[in-house]
């Protein structure tokens, strides 16, 4: 399965989510099957590792951001990966826009995965404060685990 994250920058809430996913894929076991990355859907830090708040943020629940690298949502991208989740409503109906019909379906929110906290939206935190960074490592832990539940399910099936 190959999984794609996606916010507007890819330096702050997308890499959060791909760091947070690999390591509890890694913790279950399944992250050698899968494919895991992250993209942004506007391209104004190519090549940027995560946002320096991000990074601190992240670290102090273990996780390691520093290796990633932010890139633009390609249109290979809707033909590569199985999921494209967005962060957020306009990450999620610009990736609509763009996608071809037949992949649309592709396209969901990550926050779907998290239906405890009854929000639709990781919000963008890079003009926010440090409780801002720390919700978002919040939500996406949160969602991380309903996607590790989804996933470990689908290739328990995939595999009878
Ligand atoms: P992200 O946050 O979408 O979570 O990576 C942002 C990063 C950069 C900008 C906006 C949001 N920016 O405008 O540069």
């Avoid at 102090?60 to 962060?87: C, H, N, P, T």
């Amino acid at each position: 399965m190959k999984i794609l994250f996606v916010c507007l920058g890819n330096i702050c809430r997308s890499p959060t989510a791909e760091g947070v996913f690999r390591k509890k894929a890694a913790d279950a076991g399944i992250l050698d099957r899968l494919t895991v990355d992250s993209a942004g859907t506007n391209n104004y830090h190519p090549g940027e590792p995560p946002d320096a708040r991000t990074q601190v943020h992240a670290l102090k629940r273990g996780y390691d951001l520093s290796m990633l690298r932010a890139r633009a949502v390609q249109d290979i991208d809707f033909e590569q990966f199985d999921w494209l989740l967005a962060m957020d409503s306009l990450n999620y109906s610009t990736l609509l826009h763009r996608a071809e019909p037949a992949y649309r379906p592709k396209i969901r929110r990550f926050m779907e995965f998290a239906p405890q906290f009854n929000v639709r939206e990781v919000p963008d935190p890079y003009y926010g404060e440090r409780g801002d960074f720390e919700y978002v490592l919040d939500l996406v832990e949160a969602a991380s685990e309903g996607l590790i539940a989804h996933v470990s399910q689908h290739l328990a099936e995939r595999s009878k």
